[in-house]
């Protein structure tokens, strides 16, 4: 009696051995990442107003089809977020993959090839949200598609999040989910736009990721002095004070503090650095903080300084020694073969939001090439686009992403 369960266990056992999921064919996948890139450059998403709803059904209509689960939050009827959720074990806590349908503004008299065409040229897709942010959105769609498809067993879930707003009105986007829906969204780590790898001279040279962002302090300075007349200017004059203050914080160069991601960021930008820009870059590292505070590099009793009053986005950083930024290096040096630099980026996205709420997020992105901002062909810019070549690479890397960190092992 104790010998046959033992063999049935055996022959239950032995089959699931040899059930690893197999790579998606990814040279057959491209036509689709185009098509459905294609599609939704095409929906003129430009935020205000927005308008995200046919880029949303579309999102919904490919979901659909594949049999993964959707569900539709929309604060405002025309701007819907859509949310997919793949069943992992449960065993670990959601990884959420998130990117926004919505873009910038543009002015089509500017554009060679129309904004909202999509056109491909010279080995580049062109149009408004090729690189902010529809090719997140679809490197996302296709890792949710993919995981299905390939049936990978997860041992967390892994939450699809296409949100409106993130240009213009993140209390429709972002802040709707975080507030009113956060259940449908919570997870333990966070991928999204913020990242990039930079290519110069068409070589790969570097990855950031983004695990925090600046945040901006506004203040406000009142100079108080006697009226009197303009003919007979007066030494307490509080224009002249105040300008002189303005002056001064203008010309100051605050202290340098650092955290963990700006202090690796420099220490790591050294090591891929010519030897005059590693000084430079391991300078920052032990900074002079003799100077501190706008009221004494002011120094004048008549000028009064106070924090304005501003709405700025939640702070939070993302850590580095979790298991996504380990798979996020992993993936990085097989895919791009480069260093991986953390990076606090001065510009604001939507993470900002969940980090607040304790998601561990961090901001990935195609390759771009680092001559091209420059030339007008960046993100925001009047001849936005991406490479080919790039946008599929960022897919397989996005998939192997969420598939490292949500796979049974
Ligand atoms: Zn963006």
Known sequence: MRALPLLLVAAIVTPLIGQTPS???????????MRHFQALIKFDTTDPPGGEKPAADYLKSVLDKEGIPTEVFALEPHRPNIVARLKGSGQKRPLLIMAHTDTVNVDPKKWTFPPFSATRDGGFVYGRGTVDDKDNVVAALMTMVMLKRQNVPLERDVI??????????TRIGIQFMAEKHFNAIDAEYCFAEGGS????????????????????????????????????????????HLS???????????????????????????????????????AALSPDTSVSGVKQVINDPSVEVAWASNNVRPHGTSRLGTD??????????????????????????????????????YGVGPATDIEDGPKGFGAHSDQERILESELHRFVRFHYDLAADLARKP
């Open 23 to 33: 790579p998606p064919d990814w040279t057959a996948a491209q036509d689709e990442t």
């Open 160 to 169: 699809f999040l296409a949100e409106a707003g993130e240009e213009g009105a």
């Open 197 to 240: 790898v930079t290519r110069i001279g068409g070589e790969t040279k570097y990855a950031s990721v983004q695990t925090l962002e600046k945040i901006p302090r506004a203040i406000r300075l009142t100079a108080r002095g006697p009226a009197g007349h303009g003919s007979v200017p007066l030494e307490s004059n509080a224009v002249t």
């Open 244 to 282: 002189g203050a303005v002056s001064k914080v203008a010309a100051w160069v605050p202290p340098i503090r650092l955290n963990e991601t700006t202090g690796s960021y420099f220490k790591r930008l050294a090591t891929i650095s010519s030897p005059e820009e590693a000084e430079r870059y391991r």
């Open 324 to 361: 996504a930024f380990k798979v996020l290096e992993e993936n990085v040096t097989e895919h791009y073969k480069v260093v991986t630099l953390p990076t606090m980026s001065t510009g604001a996205t939507d993470m900002a939001y969940l980090r607040a709420k304790g998601i561990q997020c």
